[in-house]
Each structure stands twice: as structure tokens, then as C-alpha cells.
């Protein structure tokens, strides 16, 4: 029976793992389950050729497995760049968790995972990400050393997010300076859309500018807060894509950049936290474009958080984290021009220079 069911053409057809879309020769690929717990965990080792694996882990309640595995394929590639392009000796990893961060994710769950991560020998050094608090790293802490992001009382850098929205501002800036001639961005139309962690400090930011800062998210309550607590005014049209606005921050999660969207965004600026904001890398970046529209790519101005992780395993400080964050400016408007004078894409531009650092690196090694 249960070859029968293996032998059927539609399983045959689907290609589980190495010939999914998202499978980018991905080192190793762990599933991780735990039936006391509930866990089901999905790691993605990358590449590491830089260095060990970092990324965050990300709670999210997936349609289906497929999603989760996609997700964190696409992720843990995002990161090998992010990290090779922002000149750290990392290599690219991330974790998806399966399940309801509000509802399912207990402290059990949370050092069941932990040991799922001490399991890899350092290969694959966790963090937070979507879903995720400080307090869940600390709890992975108590199982493993493999994990960053801790509270600094524990001696970590503590919650990465405000520095990935520096960066995010600083992209931004240089993403404006670029297509307007100017980084003020004040009076300028930014909608950021999920003000989560990074969104509400990029807000507070732009805020304090005199940007003209339009919010979105599916949780009315942050809405509230958030209007409340800035001043941002909440979108409330039906197309947040079509909206009139100078600058698109997607903040959210990622692919919001696609087939549909990609013919309603009136921006004339991308520049956001979200990973993997583009649907199809290659293709919407040349519709992105063709358009005029300037996209910062994604995982070049997000990487102020493994920044400030990468701090914890180098032990250097705030200002040094700062610094380095800070040089996503010169970095974004570097690859601006770079794309544009050789007539490629943004994101081609970041990954040509990532991928260079890598196969460097990949020579080096094998002398
Ligand atoms: P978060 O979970 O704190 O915030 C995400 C916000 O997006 C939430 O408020 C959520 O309600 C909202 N949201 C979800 N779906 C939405 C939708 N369809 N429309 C509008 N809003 C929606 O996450 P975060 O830590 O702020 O991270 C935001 C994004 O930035 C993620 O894609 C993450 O991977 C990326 N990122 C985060 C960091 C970091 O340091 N936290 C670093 C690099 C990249």
C-alpha cells in the first residue's frame, strides 16, 4: 500500500527537498521534531563557507509545510549575502518554528528547540526573528551556547531590532539621496507597512524627521499604539500597495513585492526590513526597474541585527555596532550607482558583491 501511495505519479512529480524552487545548494537541512514539546522545527544551513551559519528563528503559523520549507530555504540563502556583503565572517542559516507564537510557544518548546540547536556543533548559531523575544533566547541560552540576541544581562547585545532599523534608515536615506536627490526625508510620504519591532523604532525615526509617515499592520491594537505614540497616521484605504506615497518600507514579511503588487506601487523608493521582499529576485528587479522605482536591496540595509549579534560572538561594542551600521549608507548608494552604471539590477549589484566575497573566500580555503 504504501509503495503504491510512493509510486504514485503526483508524489513523483513533486520534487520534496533538493529540487524545491527555493533550494539553493543548501548544505544541510534539519527537521526537527518533538511530540511532548508540539516543536516542529525546520533549520537551514546555507552556506559556510564565511563562517557558521546565523540566523534567526521565526515563529510563524504556516499554511503548510511546503510554506515553512520555502521559507526557510529562501531565508537561510538571504543570509549567507546579508552577511558577506555587510563583511562579516559569517555564513547563512535560519530556523522556521511551525505553530502560533501567541498560543504555541511555551518555555518547553523554546529549549527543546534549543537543544535541537546545540545538536549542530556551532554549525548554526540562532537569534530572534519574526515571532520571537529576547526572553525566548535566554531560555535557549539555558540549553546551548550556539544562540545570540540574549539579554545583555546575560551578556548579549540584547534586542537587535533597533539597530536593524538604523540601518533600514540609513538605506533609506541613501535610497533617497539616490532617486531625489536629497536623503531629508522630510515631507516626505514613507508607509511602512508591519510596525512590529523594527517598523515602530524606523517610525520613531522617521517621526522625529518630519516625515509624513503612514502606518500599516493586521494588528489593529499596534495601530493604535502606534498612531498614539508618534503620531503616524493609520492607513486606511483598501489597496495598501496603490497608496500614494514617496517611499515603500515593507516591514513585514516578505514577497510583498509580486506579480500584483508590483503594477499598484506608486513608490518611487523601496527600502524596508522585510527579507526577501521581492516575490522573484530576477524578474522584479528588472520590472522595479523599468519602472524607476529604486529598491534598496532588502538584505543589505537589514542587516544592522546581525550586526549587532555579530558583536556578541567579536565581543567589539555599541559604538563599533554603530559604526558598522551606519556605513549601510555609503554601502546602499556604493551599489545604487554601481547598478546603474553597469545597467543591472540593485539586488544583482549586492549579490554580485556578496558572491565575490564568498568564492574569495571558497579559493582561499582550498590552497
Ligand atoms: P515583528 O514580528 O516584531 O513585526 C512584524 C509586524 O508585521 C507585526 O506587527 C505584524 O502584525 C505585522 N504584519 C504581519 N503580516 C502583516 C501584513 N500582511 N500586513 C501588515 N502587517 C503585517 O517582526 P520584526 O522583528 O519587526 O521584523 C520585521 C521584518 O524584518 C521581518 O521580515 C524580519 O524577518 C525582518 N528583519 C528583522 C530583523 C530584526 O532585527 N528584528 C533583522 C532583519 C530583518
Known amino acids: 500500500m504504501i509503495s503504491e501511495v510512493i509510486e504514485s505519479k503526483d508524489l513523483k512529480k513533486v520534487a520534496p527537498v533538493f529540487g524545491q524552487l527555493s533550494f539553493d545548494n543548501h548544505e544541510q537541512i534539519v527537521f526537527c521534531n518533538d511530540k511532548d514539546t508540539g516543536l516542529k522545527a525546520i533549520i537551514g544551513i546555507h552556506n559556510t563557507v564565511l563562517g557558521p551559519a546565523l540566523g534567526g528563528t521565526r515563529m510563524w503559523n504556516y499554511n503548510t509545510e511546503w510554506d515553512a520549507l520555502n521559507d526557510v530555504l529562501r531565508l537561510s540563502r538571504g543570509m549567507t549575502f546579508k552577511s558577506a556583503i555587510t563583511g562579516l565572517n559569517l555564513g547563512g542559516g535560519k530556523a522556521v518554528i511551525i505553530g502560533d507564537a501567541k498560543t504555541q510557544k511555551t518555555p518547553e518548546l523554546m529549549k527543546r ?71 531629508k526625508l522630510e515631507g516626505k510620504k514613507i508607509l511602512v507597512q508591519g ?67 508590483i503594477h499598484e506601487i506608486k513608490a518611487k523608493v523601496i527600502a524596508g526590513a522585510a527579507n526577501n521582499q521581492l516575490a522573484d529576485e530576477v524578474r522584479h528587479g528588472y520590472e522595479l526597474q523599468e519602472k524607476g522605482i529604486v529598491y534598496a536591496p532588502d538584505f543589505l540595509i537589514n542587516a544592522g541585527g546581525i550586526i549587532n549579534v555579530y558583536a556578541e560572538l567579536e565581543g567589539y561594542g555599541k559604538d563599533e555596532i554603530n559604526r558598522k551600521t551606519e556605513n549601510i549608507y555609503n554601502t546602499t548608494l556604493e551599489i545604487l550607482d554601481n547598478a546603474n552604471a553597469n545597467g543591472i539590477t540593485t539586488h544583482q549589484a549586492a549579490l554580485n558583491i556578496a558572491q565575490n566575497r564568498i568564492e574569495t573566500r571558497k579559493n582561499e580555503n582550498s590552497k
Open 195 to 261: 510596525i512590529g519591532h523594527v517598523g515602530e523604532t524606523l517610525v520613531d525615526y522617521l517621526t522625529k524627521e518630519d516625515a509624513n509617515v503612514i502606518i500599516s499592520d493586521i494588528n489593529d491594537e499596534r495601530l493604535q499604539y502606534i498612531n498614539k505614540t508618534y503620531g503616524a497616521q493609520i492607513y486606511n484605504g483598501d489597496n495598501v500597495y496603490a497608496a500614494d506615497m514617496d517611499i515603500y518600507a515593507p516591514c513585514a514579511l516578505g514577497a510583498t513585492v509580486n506579480d500584483t503588487t
Open 113 to 183: 528547540f534549543g537543544e535541537f540547536v546545540h545538536g549542530l556543533s556551532g554549525k548554526y548559531i540562532t537569534a530572534e526573528d519574526v515571532g520571537m523575544e529576547t526572553s525566548d533566547m535566554d531560555l535557549v541560552r539555558s540549553v546551548t551556547p550556539h544562540v545570540t540576541g540574549i539579554s545583555e544581562s546575560l551578556g548579549g547585545a540584547g534586542n537587535p531590532s533597533p539597530i536593524t532599523a538604523y540601518g533600514v534608515y540609513m538605506g533609506m536615506k541613501a535610497a533617497a539621496k539616490f532617486q531625489f536627490g536629497t536623503d
